[in-house]
């Protein structure tokens, strides 16, 4: 009997595995410790699609976006050490954006672990706080469990990376081929006792707001989402990050809570008398660094919503706290019968003009102005076009004037990793080639994943990249003239010319200097069926959407001055 079972090596039952988990795109730079898994994807390369990336840094980046747009584990193939190290920035990415991603290492094999063997790392100690699982698989015969767990525990409850150790022997060994079954996505539900307790808060309330964040959200969560709010006639605001999750346009959306809210938001979220925080994380960034609310009572009577139940009860105490999915939680918020006519029409109203002035462009110094640039852009792209962004003050400008027009259409990371847009953008591109993909990035954003320029142009991914070149790294000055003013020091950057580097990656590239010259500028960009890079040189001066440079300082020193 034992001659009938079939064997194969492990690198094949891990890419069987992936398949049978529904994988159809992933991302990797190549590495000597797991030749015997790309030997195995090199058999299913059709069914399989592997995108091999410049640098970990932009394959993790990738795997993430991707895990964030599709809801699907996003999927990455680093070397051991040097490839880990680099890949860890997407992955701390992932756990803090709740992002389903497995990232898959090869490691040094048993015969010499334990040695700091070359480019041997202990994954368990180095990616602990920052996974949701690291593992190794030590025998071939149970990679078919180990990938399974990886794959229920990275999209259950709050989603998040898992990473998983391939020893360089278990993926030539030998182990017999079991039969595959694909994963569940397992959330829980809201219980109709705390649905009813939420629809008698509703019914008593005055000033109500709706608030979406986190992670865990789909096309039909967020059109469930849109139905509650429109049988309750809530003002909705939508966090950090994360503004895609109701149509800006729509007359109920009232603009973003993060780390730029204007201050007439801040106040309206303080007069609530009641928030339902529906899937953020109420973390820093979501409350205004920790003003918006109480600790850890808050004023406002606030139901909290989360898929994760450790999260609920964390800074703040909720008046009600539900442990769902969003799908699961959306679904039957939109059921509950809602009142006929909602006393607070009128508070509706005034937030959503309140945030419909914070969309007019602003003045700014210099011959190019942001403002003017972002609304130009909102009017122009295409229904679905996808936006995304790294972090710096840059992003300031599309977090304000863009108009984000539903289900992820925006791509930007929560933990302020510079250098996501560009990688993001090119999986956004290869996962939805017919969608119009831009782009922000910063001078210093850029350069820090710009290499991944060659990916997009390698398999024609058509992003246009509009670089938003200060000459320094703005956000730290800003900070600088803030707390230290008038004492500038390794912010100062000398870039290249990003038109010529786009060039040289056989991208298209032109420089923008003037408001007037950005709309051809684009035109051109979208129409040259390949990558392309606008370099936008603004004014030092226009630091953030609200203040000049030389206002930040000024105010900074008369301040010192009179401390002194
Ligand atoms: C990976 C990473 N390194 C450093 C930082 C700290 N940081 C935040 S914004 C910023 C400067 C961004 O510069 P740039 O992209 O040119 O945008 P600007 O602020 O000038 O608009 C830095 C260094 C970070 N958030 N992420
Ligand atoms: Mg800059």
Redesign the pocket.
Known sequence: MSNDVRTASGGRILVDALRAHGVDLAFCVPGESYLAVLDALYDVRDALRLVVCRQEGGAAFMAEAYGKLSGRPGICFVTRGPGATNAS?GVHTAYQDSTPMILFIGQVGSDVVEREAFQEIDYRRMFGPMAKWVAQVDRADRIAEYVSHAFHLTVSGRAGPVVLALPEDMLVAQAPVVPLAPHHRVKPHPGPADLERMAGMLREAQRPLLMLGGGDWSQAACDDARGFVEAWNLPTVCTFRRQDLLDNRHPNYAGEVGIATGAELKKRVREADLVLAVGPRLGEMTTGGYTLFDIPAPRQCVVHVHPGSEELGRVYQAELMINSGMAEFCAAARRLPAIAKPGWAQWTETLRAEYLKTLEPVPAPGQLNMSEVVAWLRGRLPEGSIVTN??????GWPQRFHQYTGFRTQLAPTN????YGVPAAIAAKLVYPARTVVCF??????L?TGQELATAVQYSAAVVFVV?N?S???????HQERDYPARVHATA?RNPDFAALARAYGAHGEIVERTQDFAPAFERAAAAGRPAVLELRIDPEAITTRTTLTQVREQALKATGSRN
């Open positions: 920035i790294g972090a710096g003050n840059f992003s302020g990793a510079m250098g990035a910063g001078d210093g954003d850029f820090m938003v200060n320094m790294y703005g956000t730290i000055r800003m950057l």
